[in-house]
């Protein structure tokens, strides 16, 4: 009588095919991981600019309200907290306290504004300071 000998094969990858994988795993990761940080910051940049027209939008209405903007010395505080000196505010002007911008710093509220605006509302970006480019490139609203 014959003996057999039955090799079974286990199913599963080697470590060759593993190592393959993660190689194609990690060059995706690497062309597209940088297009999708670039089309993060370009989200924020036009979340920022959202928002500083909302608060446009509230500082239009506190100004019919009151015939006038808030001073700098007021900001943007004023747009949820009645000033102790103004008896025609009708307020808040805005459901929550004014945000920060998307880099989580407050916005520059400035009257009057630059180039004979009323006012200006400005975030300097990412990096915090004026000028810049790309994500740290100022963002104004007037």
């Known amino acids: 009588m014959k003996t057999q000998y039955f090799l079974h094969k286990k199913n599963g990858f080697t470590l060759l095919e593993l190592l393959v994988v993660l190689l194609i ?46 001073s700098t010395e007021l900001g943007l505080n004023s747009l949820t907290k009645k000033p ?29 504004g630059e180039n004979g605006h009323d006012y200006e509302l400005k975030s300097y970006g990412l990096d915090g300071k004026p000028g810049g480019s790309g994500e740290d490139a100022d963002i104004s609203y007037w």
């Not at 928002?51 to 939008?57: P, V, Y």
């Not at 025609?88 to 911008?101: R, T």
Request: proline content about 9%.
């Open 25 to 70: 795993i990690a060059l995706l990761a690497g062309y597209v991981g940088p297009k999708l940080f670039g089309e993060v910051g370009k989200a924020k940049t036009k979340t920022a600019a959202s928002q500083m027209k909302s608060i446009a939008g509230a500082l239009d209405q506190y100004r019919l309200d009151t015939g006038r903007y808030p």
């Open 84 to 112: 102790a000196d103004e008896g025609k505010w009708s307020g808040p002007y805005l459901m929550k306290d004014v945000p920060n911008d998307p880099w989580d710093k407050p916005y520059i509220y400035t009257i009057p």
